[in-house]
């Protein structure tokens, strides 16, 4: 079900891809250089308590740095929606949570084949799987959900899931097709958005957008269901006792909103919560937390500084309506490649992953991180920290600092840039305090500001924005992150290339990658590696760090079992120990 693959999807959860430093676990690839490990030096350490019988009831309590938006899957865009909503609505494929294969295992599809030429996909549907109130998962829950997608009526981030598809027909209740104009290497992931039910919803899609199911779901097909939600305090969860694949033991779960991490560690250590996700510096002091583990585990994401590359007073979209690329008002400092490239030199790496991550996190030089060994480039070298080099290309592009105030300028403009990062994030509050004084060296000025989550992704999205320290995460085992760099997803208010980035050779690599016949990785390579060349040298991000994240968790539940690819894959199987 979707809750098995909250993780590889969290992305297609559009913002989800947008988390704080204290995310919980999300894929780590198999081809990783380090894995998944529980913490060894622990009281009660394990995944499961030592001892005790396992006795049905409780309630798991975790908690989120900020609330929810909403709880429809193909409208929500942010991390804590798709927590909740990945609990709720059945995905046609699932993926295991030790490999990172996509599987039928624990999704709708019991079964799938592809034709010869790849261009069409079969999927045969489990014929027990149903809503809460008695109607079946079918094949017009798939075909809804995409078509919804589609739907000019329906805004949504999901648009990049449709790339390719033909047509999707449903010969029978329990047979989805769905057939490409081309090969598409990521079909599979593609169709595995979580689905909507369709029997409460209106034909012609024209009550998706304000449905009150968006904040009150009526149904679910997941482990749990939908009970209350107090906003931007907590939202509970029940126990769904005719999930298919067997009732769960716990009672339900609560999602707290907490923003700040110190709080949610004083909670952990007086039994308020069951598990959160470490900060670094939270680490000795979880080691010592009894009845608890930690989790360790490589993120398949990364931490970066989005930077605008088009006017934040003039936002436009990277397409009209004829799909003609429209020519960006470009942002009035950052719009030029060597400011852009002289804040890649002016910050020192080893000394923020050294003090801000405490060593947890590594450089990478663009987009696709080492666990991805086919695709990686190992040539692509991240920017090296040297001050003469940045001060030199800001000397190049005009700004130098005519009154000794140490501030550049031009023209009698200061070369100053707002910074914004997400309230309640120490690691990304401190990041953006070390940037401020890194880039004052050179003579950038830095007005940084941590605001509230929403608020930031509102920004963000709108691309009312100069600099942003923000981090992707649930990426995948699949290179092709198209949705981020394509012309066609620079939508302002909801596309995830909010830094308008613009490259029609790009645009060319990216479809090239993912038709490849046969889908060689041997062949689909050389794209995703000049892919990596081109955003490295152009700098729509400044790449902070690659991700290594740990989750504290209660030894007291039987059961958990914490896979890299899923830490909630098998929730309806934990129990608290007698």
């Known amino acids: 079900m979707q809750y098995r693959r909250m993780r590889l999807f969290s992305l297609l959860a559009a913002l989800v891809l947008i988390v704080a430093a204290c995310a919980q676990p999300v894929p780590v690839s198999p081809a990783a250089p380090a894995g ?48 909740v909503s990945g609990l709720i609505f059945p995905g046609l494929v699932g993926q295991d949570p030790f490999s990172g294969e996509l599987t039928p ?73 769905v057939t490409y104009d081309t090969v598409n290497c990521k079909a599979l992931s593609n169709l595995g958005i979580a689905l909507l039910p369709s029997h409460l919803y209106a034909a012609d899609f024209s009550d998706i957008m304000e449905n009150p199911m968006n904040e009150a779901p009526k149904v679910s097909a997941g482990p749990l269901s939908f009970n209350s939600w107090t906003r931007d305090d907590s939202l509970t969860l029940q126990r769904n006792p ?24 004083a909670q952990i250590q007086s039994g308020e919560l069951d ?80 003090q801000v991550y405490l060593g947890q996190g590594y450089q990478i030089g663009s987009n696709v991180l080492p666990a991805i060994s086919w695709a990686y480039d190992p040539t692509v070298l991240p920017f090296d920290y040297n001050l003469d080099t940045a001060k030199g290309l800001l000397d190049e592009a005009g700004w130098t600092d005519s009154d000794g105030d140490g501030i550049r300028d031009q023209d009698g403009k200061k070369l100053s840039l707002s910074l914004l990062t997400n309230a309640g994030s120490n690691v990304r509050e401190d990041l953006g305090a070390l940037v401020q004084d890194q880039l004052k060296q050179v003579g950038i000025e830095v007005n940084f500001e941590a605001i509230d989550f929403g608020v930031l992704v509102e920004r963000l999205l709108g691309q009312k924005f100069d600099m942003v320290i923000i981090g992707w995460t649930g990426l995948g085992a699949d290179p092709n992150d198209d949705a981020f760099w394509k012309s066609d997803f620079d939508t302002p208010g909801s596309g995830f290339n909010f830094v308008s980035f613009q490259s029609a050779r790009i645009d060319e690599l990216l479809t090239q990658g993912v038709t490849v016949p046969g889908c060689s990785t041997e062949e689909r390579a050389p794209y995703y590696q000049e892919i990596q060349r081109i955003i490295h040298d152009d700098v729509p991000y400044v790449f902070i760090s690659g991700g290594v994240g740990n989750t504290l968790y209660s030894t007291k539940w039987q059961g958990i079992n914490p896979g890299p690819w899923s830490f909630y894959y098998n929730v309806h199987q934990w129990s608290l120990s007698q």
Not at 48 to 72: F, H, V, Y
Not at 138 to 150: E, G, H, L, N, Q
Not at 323 to 339: N, S
């Open 36 to 83: 998944a490990t529980a913490s060894e030096n622990q009281a009660g350490a394990g995944s499961q308590s030592a001892a005790g019988e396992a006795k049905p009831g409780g309630i798991w309590r975790t908690a989120s740095i900020a609330d929810a938006e909403n709880l429809n899957p193909i409208l929500s865009s942010d991390a804590a929606s798709a927590a």
């Open 242 to 265: 005719d999930y298919w694949e067997g009732a769960p033991y716990m009672d339900g779960m609560i999602f707290k909103v907490i923003p700040d991490t110190g709080t949610q560690l």
């Open 105 to 177: 295992e624990g999704a709708l599809a019991e079964s799938w084949s592809a034709s010869d030429d790849g261009l069409v996909w079969t999927f045969k549907l489990r014929q027990n799987v149903k809503w809460s109130d008695g109607d079946p998962v079918d094949a017009a829950d798939f075909k809804f959900t995409y078509d919804a997608i589609a739907s000019d009526k329906i805004e949504t981030p999901r648009k990049d899931l449709l790339e390719g598809i033909k047509s999707i027909e449903t010969p029978d209740p329990y047979t989805v097709v």
């Open 275 to 354: 598990t959160m996700g470490l900060e670094p510096a939270q680490l000795e002091t979880a080691k010592a937390i009894p009845d608890t583990t930690i989790f360790n585990f490589q993120d398949d994401g990364y931490d970066y500084i989005a930077l605008n590359l088009a006017n934040p007073d003039n936002p436009q979209p990277g397409r009209d309506a004829d799909g003609k690329l429209i020519e960006q008002d470009p942002h009035p400092i950052l719009g030029d490649l060597k400011v852009r490239q002289a804040i890649a030199h002016s910050l020192d790496y080893q000394t923020i992953i050294d």
